[in-house]
């Protein structure tokens, strides 16, 4: 294949281009006569010349290749090929990782991207660097697993100019080792490390042209680890700080940001003593470079322009940033790394004496010498600030010290010089305190332990070329030239290596080898040999060294001097060529400082200052020339000596030792463009970064060999379509290859055939995409020819079929229509005939019409004219009437209308006239006497009736002394005596109205006696018949009554609790996150107690063996947690609800067997031996079969009847011992209220007679005459008088009793408060207005109470009428019973007995209520019989106890008597308490799940509850507390011990809730009782409330229940990719992408192959989950709790599938989407088979669902709408992200337009709008839903269950 193929018509090229780089553009003829043709996309056509094939312009990918994640996998490799994908995937795609080769290239979005969150770890946590899309945890992960598998040191080195992200970038990473580094440890370091990182931001960072934050300096930060694996420490190294910035910053830059944060700081009083911000004068304000003083000048206080170091740059502040907020941060860091505040203090005033030493103002003194004022405020503000003399600082800042043998001279300095000399000081003190800082940082990340291996991440700074280059940009240079040797040399043996495992020849390949360059550097007679050479010289100059530089370096390739200047000289570097200025070079190598200043600041009284200066050299990485004054063997040491450039070269060789010692990974991060707008791309600024950090090197050296590579399999998939059958041997793919290759390519030097994988040149794949194009073009033309001429050729046969058809059914139309039309024309004749005639007569008839009409029409309009003109005269004489009077009429009103006016006026101005007299008589005195006579007559009589009542004042005061006499003679009696009178006239009223309604029934009953008589006979002859009648009626009534009490119960009961369960719902719903939080909290709890527990046992075994053995705690740890607010589900009442049973095996496993020995109890006894159970074989489980009563609910209905009633009767007697305690208790006032006590109950005995007989002789009326409608209306209003008569009688006793009681209190604080004046209380009447106000306030609460019943009357109605209903479906419902119960004798024998329980139950009722009427006839006997006995003692008779002495104890003889089997038991479990541990052993230690399998599911714990219940019938509460203790710390041991065990863990988890449910079962509480028995309410606990330790076994049940799901996650995980993504079920469905199949190649060669094969992964899945569904319905899981389970599982496949296709472009194409869908369908499959999918489960997969469906739509404009719509449950980024991945499999599929895209987006945000948009891209695959324990109580009673033989728990007896 030559390369003229491939420049044909229509393919793209790219052309070179000033602003863009690089243009495509399509030729429009094919290459020939070395003319390419081209046009652009704006249209626009050019003509290209070339001279030979090398010169044509360089290919574009197919647009299938294009946005590919490697730019080595692409077909063509070149600059504009990797500028354009680059470009795409970061604007298009919003993707800022690509790989290039083993470099990650990283491009700054200058946005906040939510792609670094815990799950994106998590995600990229096992995977390979190809696996995923490119990402900077991808690259962590490939340092951290290869320092796993290959136990080497890793290094990761991230490069790039300022602004690139390169410290984000390494933020990251180490975020990363992190978070996978092992154990919790990890995660102060990762605190300590982020920690440090505001730290060094405030020391090392400062603003610059180019970035707001920019690093100004190197670091290289080692991460230590453990043999394990996890991080233990950290150190720091730094290169080549910028001290020159701490004195300069050019235009438009800052200082570094602590100066500017400390200066933020000024205005707190702490810092008031830096003296930051006085009002001074300072000499260097806003004065730029220049060096002239200017007059004093007011500054603002505190403000960073006060200091010359700080306003250089003219831009103090940066956008957004707040320099105080930045400065508190620093300052908690600082405290976090173990820096006290005394030190930050001595830091801080460090770095105020810098900024103070830049003010201090030096004077030219004339000639050689400088001088400063003496009253320079900086100079004192600075000898303060460091603690050192200010005159020795004066005096060395101005001098220096020359040794001339053994004198010592002292010579003044020249202005420059001195200033010079502050600034080094200056420079030289913030050097120290920076490098003090980091040896800080360092101690405070340092491992205890000495580390296994390290990874080290190096964050250092790219190529850098500016208009003025100096000392700085020379070693930053030389660096990377240093760090791209490193990067070539090891591309370079990766790829040697790639060849070499593959077994293929191969020829060297000639890469870019910059050693020439380096050598010109830091070679012999160098560049830094000459700079140091020159430093050394007395008298060096910049010149004179630069000059050297002419001289000397010339014979270097690489070396040049410009055209134009002397001053300067040229280097090229790798990146570009590089002028450097040589001012300056010589001063900052030297980097000189006094000796004289440093001994003055070792001097300091500052303690920081001090150790900063008298610290060994070689601790601070950089080092400082000191002069000396004399000959000193500590100052002539050599490494004192050495420059600034030879310890940079030293550190650097030093640096690179270590990266070649380790494996190193690549990062080179990418400013996309000056402006630091987000998702920008300037082509221009991106090109000379991608040349200069070495990615278009590492293409380079990929295109000069083999850069497209594909396995054999791979390229057979992809490439069939281009052989023949015959071509295809299966059994040797590589064979069929070759035949292939054959085929397409002739020239054997483009490809290569490997081991494993075929090997092609740059731009061979594309050239076979086109063959395979054109071939696949082919085919489908050859397709469509055939399938048009098979759809012509049949549309001609059915057109002629079609013709055939139609011309005989014409023929035959046409012959039919010729007969027709003959028969139609000799109709036509005679039909022309009559129709002549008719029209002749027609036309006669018309015409006569016409003539007649004419003529009456003109008659007419002759008559109505005469008789308009007749209306007319006679309308024009009514009008002339009408106007006539109208004018006459006009005039009369218009003369009455002038008549008034003249009347209004006259009237008017009369009126006036007696108003002047009026106002005048008012003023005179006459008329104001008349006006007070009266007046005085009213204060006359008044002042008579004064007068009056004064001497009638005086009058009844007279009396008052005599009244005074009077009331002492009044006794306490008076009191009571009005309160005898007042009883006696009420009782008196009764009397009166009983001997009223008494006469009335005497006369009644004289009236009716003989209507009694005569009804007497007839009443004997069916008196017999109607009682047997009557008491048949009452019975049923009475059973009916008592059926629809217990029905309208159950209603109302069961209303409250669907309003309970509701509200429940509700408060659960809203209190979600908080249940979440708290069990991650829990979980978290036992994650480090199980930890805790590891490491005691390792621990243990360290120290020898068997040294430490766990005894049982009286407290579980759980329990403590317990305390913590939870929303975990508690004790509900609501949560009754259970699955429905069915016939299936799954639905009651859990309760129904069991599998033990036999009973000896008899069957009719026994509720278990109507349960068959079916054997269990071969692991799977039995089907259960219960047999239920067919009546079952009428004798609940009976039992919960009468366990009502013995509840209400419990009450009641309750109520009535405390009547009588209060009537005992009580003692009698005086003889008085006993007597009156005594005739109250005689007169209610009395009155009691009356009402019986009463009521007998109303019976006996009504029965007498139930038809006389008379006699029943006269009962009735009877009855209403009875009833408003008893009514009255009740409300006269209870207001009776207020009073008394009132009387007694009122009477009792009187006589405490007056003594014997009690009726001073009531001298002025109060007591009758109180009782007054008593009576309404009565009269209110009884019409408020009329109003209840009234209300409750209307609720009765509603009930009744709601009773009635049910009461009829209920007879609906007994007749179908009665239907079925008469099928078998079996069920009838069944019914019998049922009926022969309902009868007996039904007399028990009777006789309770017979007892009850007995009993309240007893209280009433023992009350009089107490008042007889009061009045027996008082009248002087015996002790009268012997009498009252009452036997209560017989009371519980009233109780419903119940018939106890021939053989009962109590549902307990007796043992000692030395055989408790034992006890537990078997049940909790030894317990195997295949034993517990044969068991009743449950067993264990319904054991352990029957102890528990025989320690609280023993009441003993240590035995029961150590009971319940041992359960939970064996239980607690077990599952540590088998946590990895599924069998165990849900065994235990069966058997926690088991006893969990039975202690709330059996707790007492009605909201756990609606579904017990009564023999189950009776065996409830009596003596011990256990909530608290419910509480502890829900925690348990929960850290057991995290520990399943865990256990299933873990089989689970492996399996999801492959059986969910992977799995191809519809084989050659998804086509291959093409993409290079380079592959992603890390820093060495990783061969990983999946751990399941993806056609068996969706079987095993299934399998799995069916093996966990068996496994917890066979130990007897609640069906709820499986639900959870499985929903929790699901949302875990969800989320990691999910993650994985948003991780994964080669997965998001159409037919990937469909083979999605299709494995999804299987698990929805499944859990319909499992009968799961109506309870949510396969809700959760909604998210991967509609994933699936994303890919498979159609994504036109016109489908906006529907897509947002269809993907509801997936976020916007995930939306975006699908779409931003989807890549056609083919070219003949299009790609998704950017619009599309943009349309997507702007329609979600509108949807986000009323919602929360979630801000992550990834699901949280750490998700967990909250745990729900429904209640499901056990249907089991506890006396049937029996110990089985398999387990030894003969220590046990059951009572």
């Given at each position: 294949?030559?390369?003229?193929?491939?420049?044909?018509?229509?393919?793209?090229?790219?052309?070179?281009?000033?602003?863009?780089?690089?243009?495509?553009?399509?030729?429009?003829?094919?290459?020939?006569?070395?003319?390419?043709?081209?046009?652009?996309?704006?249209?626009?056509?050019?003509?290209?010349?070339?001279?030979?094939?090398?010169?044509?312009?360089?290919?574009?990918?197919?647009?299938?290749?294009?946005?590919?994640?490697?730019?080595?996998?692409?077909?063509?490799?070149?600059?504009?090929?990797?500028?354009?994908?680059?470009?795409?995937?970061?604007?298009?795609?919003?993707?800022?990782?690509?790989?290039?080769?083993?470099?990650?290239?990283?491009?700054?979005?200058?946005?906040?991207?939510?792609?670094?969150?815990?799950?994106?770890?998590?995600?990229?946590?096992?995977?390979?660097?190809?696996?995923?899309?490119?990402?900077?945890?991808?690259?962590?992960?490939?340092?951290?697993?290869?320092?796993?598998?290959?136990?080497r040191d890793q290094s990761i080195i991230v490069s790039g100019e300022s602004g690139a992200g390169k410290t984000v970038s390494a933020k990251y990473a180490m975020r990363y080792f992190a978070s996978v580094g092992g154990s919790d440890s990890e995660t102060q370091i990762e605190k300590k490390i982020l920690a440090s990182n505001p730290i060094m931001e405030a020391i090392g960072n400062a603003k610059t042209t180019r970035n707001d934050n920019s690093s100004r300096f190197g670091k290289y930060i080692e991460l230590d680890f453990t043999r394990s694996y996890s991080i233990m420490g950290a150190n720091m190294r730094t290169y080549l700080l910028e001290k020159s910035r701490v004195v300069f910053q050019a235009p438009e830059e800052r200082n570094y940001h602590i100066f500017y944060q400390l200066c933020s700081a000024a205005s707190d009083k702490k810092y008031s003593h830096l003296r930051l911000g006085p009002p001074e004068t300072f000499h260097y304000m806003n004065q730029g470079l220049q060096e002239d003083p200017t007059p004093p000048?007011?500054?603002?206080?505190?403000?960073?322009?006060?200091?010359?170091?700080?306003?250089?740059?003219?831009?103090?502040?940066?956008?957004?940033?707040?320099?105080?907020?930045?400065?508190?941060?620093?300052?908690?860091?600082?405290?976090?790394?173990?820096?006290?505040?005394?030190?930050?203090?001595?830091?801080?005033?460090?770095?105020?004496?810098?900024?103070?030493?830049?003010?201090?103002?030096?004077?030219?003194?004339?000639?050689?010498?400088?001088t400063i004022d003496k009253g320079d405020e900086s100079l004192a503000i600075v000898a303060e600030l460091l603690g050192i003399s200010a005159s020795e600082l004066k005096m060395w800042l101005c001098h220096r010290k020359i040794t001339s043998g053994r004198e010592v001279f002292t010579k003044p300095v020249t202005l420059s010089e001195a200033t010079f000399s502050r600034d080094a000081l200056a420079k030289h003190i913030y050097a120290k305190l920076f490098d003090w800082i980091v040896k800080e940082i360092n101690k405070c990340f340092a491992a205890p332990t000495k580390p296994f291996r390290f990874i080290g991440v190096l964050d250092i700074y790219g190529f850098e070329t500016f208009e003025i280059n100096s000392f700085e940009q020379f070693c930053i240079n030389y660096a990377n030239e240093k760090l791209q040797q490193q990067f070539n040399q090891h591309v370079f043996k990766l790829e040697q290596e790639e060849y070499v495992k593959e077994q293929i020849e191969w020829e060297f390949i000639n890469f870019y080898d910059n050693q020439p360059c380096i050598d010109l550097i830091e070679s012999k007679l160098g560049i830094l040999d000459l700079l140091d050479e020159e430093c050394r010289m007395p008298k060096g100059s910049d010149q004179s060294w630069v000059e050297k530089l002419y001289d000397k370096c010339k014979k270097w390739d690489h070396f040049s001097k410009p055209r134009l200047s002397n001053t300067s000289f040229l280097i090229a570097h790798f990146a570009d060529k590089v002028g450097y200025e040589c001012a300056g070079f010589l001063e900052k190598n030297r980097d000189t400082v006094s000796e004289e200043q440093i001994n003055l600041l070792k001097s300091s009284q500052i303690s920081l200052v001090h150790a900063l200066f008298t610290e060994k050299a070689q601790v601070a990485p950089t080092k400082v020339k000191v002069l000396p004054t004399g000959p000193s063997p500590a100052h002539s040491s050599k490494q004192m000596r050495k420059s600034v450039g030879s310890q940079f070269r030293d550190s650097l060789n030093l640096l690179m030792l270590t990266l070649n010692s380790t494996t190193p990974h690549y990062v080179r991060c990418i400013k996309p463009n000056d402006d630091k707008m987000a998702f920008t791309f300037d082509?221009?600024?991106?090109?000379?970064?991608?040349?200069?950090?070495?990615?278009?090197?590492?293409?380079?050296?990929?295109?000069?060999?083999?850069?497209?590579?594909?396995?054999?399999?791979?390229?057979?998939?992809?490439?069939?379509?281009?052989?023949?059958?015959?071509?295809?041997?299966?059994?040797?793919?590589?064979?069929?290859c070759e035949k292939i290759i054959a085929n397409m390519i002739t020239d054997e030097d483009k490809f290569k055939f490997g081991r494993t994988k075929i090997f092609f040149r740059a731009g061979?794949?594309?050239?076979?995409?086109?063959?395979?194009?054109?071939?696949?073009?082919?085919?489908?033309?050859?397709?469509?020819?055939?399938?048009?001429?098979?759809?012509?050729?049949?549309?001609?046969?059915?057109?002629?079929?079609?013709?055939?058809?139609?011309?005989?059914?014409?023929?035959?139309?046409?012959?039919?229509?010729?007969?027709?039309?003959?028969?139609?024309?000799?109709?036509?004749?005679?039909?022309?005939?009559?129709?002549?005639?008719?029209?002749?007569?027609?036309?006669?008839?018309?015409?006569?019409?016409?003539?007649?009409?004419?003529?009456?029409?003109?008659?007419?309009?002759?008559?109505?004219?005469?008789?308009?003109?007749?209306?007319?005269?006679?309308?024009?004489?009514?009008?002339?009437?009408?106007?006539?009077q109208w004018l006459t009429r006009r005039r009369y009103l218009r003369a009455m209308r002038g008549f008034v006016i003249v009347q209004g006026l006259v009237r008017c101005f009369l009126a006036r006239r007696q108003l002047k007299k009026l106002k005048i008589e008012a003023k005179s005195i006459e008329h104001q006497k008349k006006l007070n006579k009266g007046l005085e007559n009213k204060i006359i009589s008044l002042q008579q009736k004064l007068t009056e009542m004064k001497n009638e004042n005086s009058f009844i005061s007279s009396y008052k002394e005599e009244i005074t006499v009077l009331k002492t003679r009044v006794t306490d009696l008076k009191g009571v005596e009005k309160q005898l009178k007042a009883s006696n006239n009420q009782v008196s009223e009764l009397e009166a109205r009983i001997a009223e309604l008494t006469k009335e029934l005497e006369m009644e009953r004289g009236e009716k006696m003989d209507v009694l008589t005569q009804k007497e006979r007839a009443d004997k002859e069916n008196r017999e018949l109607i009682e047997k009648l009557n008491e048949e009626n009452v019975r049923l009534t009475k059973e009916l009554s008592d059926a629809q009490k217990e029905e309208t119960k159950r209603e109302s009961e069961e209303y409250l609790r669907r309003k309970f369960e509701a509200e429940k719902q509700q408060l659960i719903l809203e209190n979600t996150d908080e249940k979440s939080g708290y069990q991650r909290l829990l979980k978290e709890f036992n994650r480090l107690e199980q930890k805790n527990e590891h490491l005691e046992e390792e621990l243990a075994k360290f120290k020898g063996g068997n040294a430490h053995k766990r005894t049982a705690s009286n407290v579980s740890n759980l329990s403590g947690a317990s305390d913590a607010p939870t929303e975990l589900v508690h004790d509900d009442a609501s949560e009754f609800s259970s699955f429905p049973g069915d016939d299936d095996w799954m639905s009651d496993i859990g309760y129904g067997?069991?599998?033990?020995?036999?009973?000896?109890?008899?069957?009719?006894?026994?509720?278990?031996?109507?349960?068959?159970?079916?054997?269990?074989?071969?692991?799977?489980?039995?089907?259960?079969?219960?047999?239920?009563?067919?009546?079952?609910?009428?004798?609940?209905?009976?039992l919960q009847l009468q366990n009502k009633v013995r509840e209400l009767e419990k009450e009641r007697r309750n109520l009535s011992k405390q009547i009588d305690h209060l009537e005992s208790s009580s003692p009698p006032d005086d003889p008085q209220h006993a007597q009156e006590l005594i005739r109250l109950q005689e007169l209610e005995m009395e009155n009691a007679k009356l009402k019986d007989d009463l009521n007998r002789l109303r019976k006996s009326i009504a029965d007498s005459e139930p038809q006389n409608n008379r006699v029943q209306e006269f009962m009735r209003q009877f009855e209403a008088l009875q009833d408003e008569l008893e009514r009255r009688r009740e409300e006269c006793i209870q207001l009776r009793t207020v009073l008394a009681n009132r009387a007694h209190d009122l009477r009792s604080v009187t006589q405490t408060s007056y003594g014997k004046d009690v009726d001073i209380v009531n001298e002025d009447g109060e007591l009758v207005l109180a009782y007054q106000t008593q009576k309404q306030v009565n009269r209110q609460l009884e019409d408020e109470l009329k109003k209840e019943k009234q209300r409750l009357h209307e609720t009765e109605t509603d009930y009744k009428g709601e009773l009635e209903r049910l009461r009829r479906d209920n007879e609906r419902q007994q007749k179908l019973l009665a239907q079925n119960l008469c099928k078998s004798d079996a069920t009838n024998s069944e019914t019998l007995l049922q009926s022969?329980?309902?009868?007996?139950?039904?007399?028990?009722?009777?006789?309770?209520?017979?007892?009850?009427?007995?009993?309240?006839?007893?209280?009433?006997?023992?009350?009089?019989?107490?008042?007889?006995?009061?009045?027996?003692?008082?009248?002087?008779?015996?002790?009268?106890?012997?009498?009252?002495?009452?036997?209560?104890?017989?009371?519980?003889?009233?109780?419903?008597?119940?018939?106890?089997?021939?053989?009962?038991?109590?549902?307990?479990?007796?043992?000692?308490?030395?055989?408790?541990?034992?006890?537990?052993?078997?049940?909790?230690?030894?317990?195997?799940?295949?034993?517990?399998?044969?068991?009743?599911?449950?067993?264990?714990?319904?054991?352990?509850?029957?102890?528990?219940?025989?320690?609280?019938?023993?009441?003993?509460?240590?035995?029961?507390?150590?009971?319940?203790?041992?359960?939970?710390?064996?239980?607690?041991?077990?599952?540590?011990?088998?946590?990895?065990?599924?069998?165990?863990?849900?065994?235990?988890?069966?058997?926690?809730?088991?006893?969990?449910?039975?202690?709330?079962?059996?707790?007492?509480?009605?909201?756990?009782?609606?579904?017990?028995?009564?023999?189950?309410?009776?065996?409830?606990?009596?003596?011990?409330?256990?909530?608290?330790?419910?509480?502890?076994?829900?925690?348990?049940?929960?850290?057991?229940?995290?520990?399943?799901?865990?256990?299933?996650?873990?089989?689970?995980?492996?399996?999801?990719?492959?059986?969910?993504?992977?799995?191809?079920?519809?084989?050659?469905?998804?086509?291959?992408?093409?993409?290079?199949?380079?592959?992603?190649?890390?820093s060495v060669a990783r061969e990983l192959e999946s751990p399941v094969e993806p056609q068996k992964a969706l079987d095993l899945l299934l399998k799995e989950m069916t093996q966990f569904y068996r496994t917890l319905a066979m130990f007897g899981t609640d069906p709820e709790l499986i639900t959870q389970v499985f929903r929790q599982i699901f949302y875990f496949i969800c989320a990691g599938s999910l993650n994985n296709l948003l991780l994964r472009k080669d997965m998001c194409h159409w037919s990937k989407g469909m083979q999605i869908r299709y494995n999804l369908s299987h698990l929805e499959q499944w859990t319909r088979d499992m009968r799961l999918h109506e309870s949510g489960v396969t809700d959760t997969l909604a998210p991967i669902i509609q994933a699936a469906q994303l890919l498979q739509a159609r994504k036109s404009d016109d489908d906006v709408h529907s897509i947002c719509d269809m993907c509801d449950k997936l976020s916007v980024s995930q939306i975006i992200?699908?779409?931003?991945?989807?890549?056609?499999?083919?070219?003949?599929?299009?790609?998704?337009?950017?619009?599309?895209?943009?349309?997507?987006?702007?329609?979600?945000?509108?949807?986000?709008?009323?919602?929360?948009?979630?801000?992550?891209?990834?699901?949280?695959?750490?998700?967990?839903?909250?745990?729900?324990?429904?209640?499901?109580?056990?249907?089991?009673?506890?006396?049937?269950?029996?110990?089985?033989?398999?387990?030894?728990?003969?220590?046990?007896?059951?009572?």
């Open positions: 294949m030559s390369v003229r193929e491939l420049y044909v018509k229509g393919a793209h090229v790219w052309i070179p281009d000033r602003e863009q780089v690089w243009r495509c553009a399509q030729l429009t003829q094919d290459y020939k006569n070395h003319l390419v043709t081209v046009t652009f996309e704006d249209g626009q056509t050019q003509e290209i010349k070339v001279k030979s094939d090398e010169e044509l312009p360089p290919l574009r990918n197919p647009e299938i290749l294009i946005g590919e994640n490697d730019l080595t996998s692409l077909s063509y490799l070149h600059e504009p090929a990797v500028l354009y994908n680059l470009q795409v995937r970061f604007c298009n795609q919003n993707a800022i990782y690509t790989y290039c080769g083993i470099v990650l290239v990283a491009i700054n979005p200058y946005e906040e991207l939510p792609i670094y969150g815990p799950d994106t770890i998590s995600a990229y946590r096992g995977h390979s660097m190809g696996d995923l899309d490119p990402h900077i945890f991808a690259v962590a992960e490939e340092a951290f697993t290869q320092m796993e598998r290959d136990n000048r007011r500054s603002r206080p505190g403000h960073q322009d006060n200091f010359h170091y700080l306003n250089q740059g003219s831009s103090p502040s940066i956008e957004g940033v707040d320099d105080g907020a930045d400065f508190i941060e620093t300052c908690k860091a600082l405290s976090l790394l173990g820096i006290s505040e005394a030190t930050q203090n001595q830091m801080f005033r460090i770095l105020a004496g810098i900024l103070h030493l830049g003010n201090i103002v030096i004077q030219d003194n004339g000639g050689d010498a400088s082509p221009t600024r991106a090109i000379q970064q991608l040349r200069a950090c070495g990615v278009l090197e590492t293409v380079r050296i990929s295109a000069a060999g083999y850069p497209s590579r594909w396995t054999y399999h791979e390229f057979f998939c992809r490439y069939r379509v281009l052989c023949t059958s015959r071509d295809i041997v299966r059994n040797d793919m590589r064979l069929t061979q794949v594309a050239y076979m995409e086109k063959l395979r194009a054109d071939r696949l073009s082919a085919c489908g033309i050859m397709i469509q020819k055939n399938v048009r001429m098979y759809i012509h050729r049949n549309r001609f046969r059915r057109m002629r079929n079609s013709a055939i058809v139609i011309q005989k059914y014409a023929r035959g139309m046409a012959s039919r229509r010729l007969a027709h039309h003959m028969r139609q024309t000799a109709a036509a004749i005679k039909i022309q005939a009559c129709v002549r005639g008719w029209v002749k007569r027609v036309q006669y008839r018309r015409l006569v019409y016409t003539i007649t009409r004419l003529q009456a029409h003109a008659r007419g309009c002759w008559a109505r004219q005469k008789y308009q003109h007749m209306r007319r005269d006679r309308a024009a004489i009514v009008i002339q009437k009408n106007v006539r067997s069991v599998r033990s020995r036999s009973s000896e109890m008899s069957d009719s006894n026994r509720n278990l031996d109507n349960i068959e159970w079916s054997s269990q074989k071969t692991g799977d489980t039995s089907e259960i079969k219960i047999q239920v009563p067919q009546k079952m609910e009428d004798i609940t209905l009976v022969e329980i309902m009868r007996l139950t039904s007399e028990n009722l009777n006789l309770q209520g017979q007892v009850d009427n007995l009993t309240e006839q007893l209280k009433k006997y023992k009350r009089s019989l107490r008042a007889y006995a009061k009045k027996l003692k008082e009248a002087g008779g015996g002790d009268p106890t012997d009498m009252l002495d009452v036997n209560t104890t017989n009371e519980g003889e009233v109780l419903p008597i119940i018939r106890k089997k021939e053989r009962e038991y109590m549902g307990m479990f007796e043992y000692d308490r030395r055989e408790e541990m034992q006890i537990i052993r078997v049940l909790v230690y030894e317990l195997k799940p295949r034993v517990a399998v044969t068991l009743l599911p449950g067993l264990p714990a319904y054991i352990l509850f029957m102890c528990i219940r025989h320690t609280d019938h023993i009441n003993d509460d240590e035995k029961v507390r150590s009971l319940l203790n041992n359960i939970v710390n064996g239980v607690k041991r077990v599952i540590k011990k088998r946590h990895e065990d599924l069998d165990s863990t849900v065994l235990w988890l069966s058997n926690v809730l088991r006893l969990l449910h039975n202690l709330k079962q059996y707790s007492g509480d009605k909201a756990f009782q609606a579904e017990n028995t009564v023999k189950q309410n009776e065996q409830s606990l009596k003596n011990f409330d256990l909530s608290e330790y419910r509480q502890v076994l829900s925690d348990i049940a929960v850290w057991i229940y995290n520990g399943v799901i865990k256990l299933m996650e873990e089989k689970v995980q492996p399996l999801i990719v492959p059986s969910i993504l992977e799995h191809e079920a519809i084989a050659g469905l998804s086509g291959n992408k093409p993409g290079g199949m380079r592959g992603r190649t890390g992200k699908i779409l931003n991945l989807y890549t056609p499999a083919d070219e003949f599929e299009d790609r998704v337009p950017i619009s599309f895209i943009h349309k997507i987006q702007a329609k979600l945000q509108e949807r986000a709008e009323g919602e929360q948009a979630q801000a992550t891209l990834l699901m949280n695959t750490k998700f967990a839903f909250p745990v729900r324990f429904p209640f499901n109580p056990s249907s089991i009673h506890l006396e049937d269950i029996e110990l089985p033989d398999a387990l030894p728990l003969t220590m046990l007896k059951k009572v």
